[in-house]
């Protein structure tokens, strides 16, 4: 019965560590690294190479319901986006209710210039003005 339990221990152990080596080796783990950029920064234009993925990280807290959204797609020719997930850093782990980064993936796909627009918003409140929004442009070398 021991053994059995230091078996499960360790499994437990090493899927925690390889998810967490996951969330580490994403190349959108800080606004400061190269091909990211961050909400206090729209004016800042972005320069991307065709064929690089970058990041526009975001503050943002789920548990009061709002979210970044697409107001307007980028042009697609030029820069496409693949996504989104939500972080909670490691110091907020054990905070219910903390605010988190929320990071949108993108792929620079030919070389031009276009305008990301977005907007934090609760999904629900359609006819309510959004609580924040910003514009980041984007030019592919």
């Not at 943002?60 to 989104?84: A, C, M, Q």
Request: aromatic letters at 10%; glycine letters at 6%; a neutral charge.
């Amino acid at each position: 019965m021991r053994i059995s339990s230091f078996i499960i221990l360790s499994l437990i152990l090493m899927i925690g560590f390889g998810i967490r080596s996951v969330f580490a080796a994403c190349s959108c783990q800080h606004a400061e690294m190269p091909g990211t950029m961050d909400i206090s920064e729209p004016a800042n234009p972005m320069f991307v190479s065709s064929g690089e993925n970058f990041t526009i990280i975001l503050e943002s807290n789920p548990t009061t319901g709002y979210s970044w959204h697409l107001d307007r797609k980028p042009d697609e020719s030029i820069v496409k986006f693949l996504g989104s997930k939500y972080v909670l850093p490691e110091s907020n782990r054990n905070l219910d209710g903390a605010p988190g980064k929320e990071v949108l993936i993108f792929t620079a796909i030919n070389r031009g210039t276009t305008t990301i627009s977005i907007y934090y918003s609760r999904s629900w409140e359609k006819n309510e003005q959004s609580a924040k929004t910003a514009n980041f442009t984007v030019t592919v070398k």
